[in-house]
């Protein structure tokens, strides 16, 4: 029997590959490996809605549709090692999988700040299912939460504990929390919009030390503030699951370089023709913008990596005349996200964190409001709080 | 025929869907979602798309 297409990496991005091979004609074997004991389920609302009710697996699930029932899911077990000469891949119950071709979907996890008692309990981040159920047991009203970092995650967790009745401070290293990504004017006023919440801000400031005997019960800021804090949340970025991809020639320096077919590089730039990586984990040119290789952490990306992955490899499985052609083919995904903190629902197109500076376009900036995110001249993404068909009417222009 | 439900309860009207089925789904001047809840199988592909694209994963088809 013919090796099946093995994809390592249960997410949404594995999901969507094994639908697409199937809807690009694709019948032979799929297997796919995952880490968590879950089946494909959607992350963003783990910071948001779901953080707020009660978590479960069934609120976050992707619906399972029939083209893939046929699946062979090695749930709760980890893939520990590739072997790109031998194509095959070896899980951490030491079975080894034979493939016609690879899809590496291992996504990320989050990084962790570095201090002394970092064995105390009480500190979470939040990435998977169990991270959000753990982590919602302890947002009770008036329990002191602090949340170090304040990206979009650290912001979306926020909005959902200030909403449940904690006492929420978020310490950010930089001016305004959001701020990479909104720029100055909009991060500030999203910034005064949590303030109104209640929710205190300690902005160009990092943890310095962790205070508490087995538990948490404080947090010392680089300033000499002590703060109360029952539960500790990090959500200070996060860190490419690479590195069970060691000794395969890969450059695997911040994710996996891939090319316009997702197929993985070799430092020597040669693409390996059976080897692909999607989703987060994938670092690849997007012609949007330019020819920089690039993570890009926007929730669609992983949807829109699996199914050009998908593409590839159902031409190349399939031998289909036009494989080379559907190699050539342009790949330039619109990167989009979204934020819901309190009643902003934020919208974005592009990369805004391209930008170096940004442009109030429609509405006001109290209110609902749109900004353009120009480099120079070039306008690398949009982004509204409310206004959704002034900021949808943009995609035609980056597409 | 192929059945279209969205959850209202989850929908939050970032009309992603509009763009991957614009015969099943537009914004209307209110910036609010409305789509037709059934249409021919040739509009399949486009309403998975649009299902997949959903931040809120409020799209489902009804088999």
Known sequence: MAHPVVIVGASMGGLRCAEALRRFGYLG????????PWKPYNRPPLSKEVLAKEVSHSAVAFEERSATADVNWVLGTKAISLDVEHNTVTDSEGETHPYAALVIATGLRPKRIVVRNSELSNRF???TLDDAMALREQLQPGKNVVIVGGGFIGCEVAATAKKLGANVTVIHNAAHPMLRQLGEELASQLQLRHEAEGVRFMLKRSVEDLIGETKITGVKVDDGTVLDCDVLVEAVGSIANVEWLSNNNIDRNDGVLVDSAMRVMRKDD?????VFAIGDVARFANPIFDHVPRRVEHWNMPT????RAASVIAAMLNQAPNYPAILDDDFRPLPSFWSDQYENHLLAFGLTSLADRAELVAGEISGEC???YYREDQLVGVCGIGMRSVVQGYRSKFI | MIKIE???TKCQHYGQCVFEAPNIFRLNSDDKLEYTAEADDSERAN???AVDVCPMQAIRIVE
């Open chain 1, 29 to 36: 074997p799929i297997t796919i490996i995952g880490e968590e």
């Open chain 1, 125 to 127: 981040a939040l990435r």
């Open chain 1, 270 to 274: 040669s693409p390996i023709k059976n």
């Open chain 1, 304 to 307: 829109e990596t699996a199914k």
């Open chain 1, 370 to 372: 749109v900004f353009e």
């Open chain 2, 6 to 8: 969205v959850d209202m």
């Open chain 2, 47 to 49: 309403v998975e798309a």
